[in-house]
C-alpha cells in the first residue's frame, strides 16, 4: 500500500524515539540515568486525583461538547481574565488532547499548501512537521545564543523581509528546549514586529509558570494592545500539574479561528476524555500548594544541575531561566573519537557508554547542543552529571 507524501515528509520525533530505546536498556537491565523525558516526576495532585474519581462516581463518563465541558471553559477563560486581564468568552476557547493537539489544530486552521511559517530555533522539534502535515513550509528564523537563545524584533523583520508571504509565527515564550524566558517588554517588540507585517502568532505558553528568579512572562496576547486580535494562545494541564498522561491542552484566540479548530476537532478526535476535563477543573480552580512546591523543586534542581555543568571543561551554558531543561553547549568534545561527530552520535554515546540519556539538539535547531531535563530527582542529578562528567574527562584523554 502506499503512504501518502504528507506523512512521508514528516520525520518521526526523535525524543520519543530516544525515550523508547531507553526504556529498552532498562529493561534489560541497564542502570541508566534519563535527562530525556519532558514531564515532571511529581505525582499529580491528591485534589486532582480524587476530582477524576468524583467524575466517574458521578456519572461523567459519556461524550461531551467538542469543545469540551462548559465549566473547563469558564475556568480557563477565567484564568486568562484574573491573572492578566484578557477577555475571553467559553465560546473563545477549545480544550483538546494536549497543547500538542491544540498547536496542530491552530496549524491545520491557518496554513494553506505552500504557505510559510516562521519557526525561531532552537525550538520544539515538532513545530515543523506539525507544519509540513498542513503542506505548509516551515521557515527556520535562528535565535543564537549570544542573543541568549531569545527572538528579537529585528530578527523577526528581517525574516519576514526575506519571506513576504509568511502570515504565521509560532512563538514559544518559555523555551523548549533552551529555557529561555522572554518578558512581557520583549514580547510587545516582537508583537509591534507582528502588527506591521500582519502577522498571525500561535503562541505556544504551556510553560507559562514555570519560571524561576527575576524572570517574568505573559500571554503574547496581554503585551500589547493589537496582539488579542491576532494571537492563538495555547496552553495546559501537562507540565504545570504533572498531568501529561491526562492530555488536556486548550486554546483562547480569535472567534474564528477558534470555530475552524473546533470544527476540526469535531472530525478528528472529537471531545478530550470526559474524566480528565474534570481532573483539569480542580487543577486550574483548586489547591496550588502542591504545584508551588513542586516549581521550587524545579528550581533548586535547576541551580544544581547548572552548577555541575559548568563545572566541566569545555562545556559552556546559558542559565536557564523557565521551563524545566538546561541546553549546554558541547560541540568542543566533536571528533575527540571517530564516533563522536555531531550531538546524535554524542547523545548514543552516553547513552550506551555512560548509561545517561540526554536529547540530542539538533532536531531543535542547534548540533552544538544537548538538552537535559532536571524533571528527574536530585539523586539522579547528583548521579547522572557524575557520569557525564566522567564521560568528558574521559574523552578530554
Known sequence: MRV?????????????????KTKALKAAGRDIVSFGAGEPDFPTPKNVRDAAVRAMEAGHTKYTEEAGILDLRRAIVAHYRNRWN????????????????????????????????????????SYPEMVKSASGVPVIVHCPEEHGFKLRPETLDAACRAHPKARVVIFNAVSNPTGCVHSPEEQRAIAEVAEARDLTVISDEIYERMIYGAARTAPFASTHPSAK????????????FSMTGWRIGYAVGPSDILAAMKTLQGQSTSN???????????ALTGDQTEIEKMIAEFARRRDRMVALLRGIPGVTLTVPEGAFYAFPRVDSY???????KCSISLAESLLEEAGVAVVPGAPFGSDAHIRLSYACSMADIEKGMARLAEFFAALRG
Open 86 to 125: 484578557l477577555a475571553y468568552e467559553p465560546g473563545d476557547a477549545v480544550v483538546t488532547t494536549g497543547a500538542k493537539q491544540a498547536i496542530y489544530n491552530a496549524i491545520q486552521a491557518l496554513v494553506n499548501a505552500g504557505d510559510e511559517v516562521l519557526i525561531p530555533q532552537p525550538s520544539w522539534l
Open 272 to 282: 478530550t476524555c470526559s474524566i480528565a476535563q474534570h481532573a483539569a477543573l480542580e
Open 229 to 240: 486580535a491576532r494571537t492563538i494562545c495555547v496552553s495546559g494541564v501537562s507540565k504545570t
Open 4 to 20: 501518502s507524501d504528507r506523512v512521508r515528509a514528516i520525520s518521526p520525533s526523535l525524543t520519543l524515539a530516544l525515550i523508547s
Open 334 to 340: 566533536y571528533g575527540a573519537r571517530p564516533n563522536i
